[in-house]
């Protein structure tokens, strides 16, 4: 849409950041050496940072899946352990060069969102750019909707099964 679409606010978990170490290396080791038929533009795009963010999500939960269960080779519920038992902090995201790409999170069965932030982006007719700072949501608001939907889904779709391991 381009700068007709100038103005628009979305509301992201990602920011781009073109300038971020894992972009570089992608430019340097993927782009520039002729390895991807991905244009060098989009690895500035929000969009493609999502699908970098997702891989690293990916890799994480199989690292933490493997050194948790001492296996090289896991299964769909050790990986589903993995995903839920991500432990992302500063310190995580500047050794994965991700620093300023999405803030620290961390997993549990019974939070899969990770209680992270999301910004608000603003479209400048050419990019997404930032246009707030981190926002949280208010748990304590939110947490009794969650459980009134989430038990009115359980009953309308019942029997459902429960993760009884999950007490957290």
Known sequence: MGEAAKGYR?????LPA???E????IRKYVIDAGKSQTPAEALDKLFYQRGVMISMLSAEAIKAAQEHFD???IS???MRWGLENLKIDDARLAALGMSGMIGPFATTCANHAGNGSAWLLQWDGNRFVKASH??????KMIAPLVDQEANKFATSHAPW???????N
């Open 10 to 14: 979305a509301l992201s978990w990602n």
């Open 18 to 20: 073109p300038d971020a």
């Open 22 to 25: 894992v972009i570089k290396d």
């Open 71 to 73: 296996k090289r080779l």
């Open 76 to 78: 769909g519920e050790q």
């Open 134 to 139: 981190p926002l949280t949501a208010d748990a």
């Open 161 to 167: 099964s429960l993760n009884e391991a999950c007490k």
